[in-house]
């Protein structure tokens, strides 16, 4: 296993247990993260490594804006990506984000089949942006606290992960 490998699958599984253990991933990991990802690309390219690092940590941070705008997702799965995504570089955080929103669009729609929420969900996602688009107010779109409708993006980023370490992309 690579020196990447192991570094992404260390952030990934930390930030996984935050999020189920307290809702949220520290900006400490954050931080720790990226200065990592950083100095990895430092190390293995030299200067040039800053090209590898800035696109990969850019691009997630601009595609998820307006998601994060909304509260459709969180700050610290945007941050996630980003770290993710400088250690990664580009252009496999491209992959990284398509798997990720993959398994979670698979891996919710399993959860509100099951739950029998799924009529429901995306009867509250219409309301939602048609009493924005009427009123033009934001609301969380997200639920405070462990609701069961609260999907923990975490989960699906391992998972895309863990697919980049088993070769799929």
Known sequence: MSVQEILLLAISGIAVLMDFL?????????????????????????????????????????????????????????????????????????????????????????????????KERISYFFHYFYEYLKTGNEKNYRKKGMEPENFHFTVPIFTGIILFIGGYY
Request: proline share 4%; net charge positive.
């Open 22 to 118: 307290w809702e949220r991933i520290s900006n400490l990991l954050i931080a720790l993260s990226m200065v990592t990802g950083f100095v990895f690309w430092i190390f293995s390219h030299g200067s040039a490594g800053v090209l590898y690092f800035l696109p990969g940590f850019l691009l997630p941070i601009f595609c998820f804006l307006p998601l994060f705008h909304f509260r459709m997702i969180g700050g610290g799965d945007v941050k996630l990506l980003s770290v993710l995504g400088g250690i990664l570089g580009y252009p496999k955080v491209l992959e990284l984000l398509l798997f990720s929103f993959l398994t979670g669009g698979i891996l919710s729609a399993a959860f509100l089949i099951s739950t029998g929420n799924l």
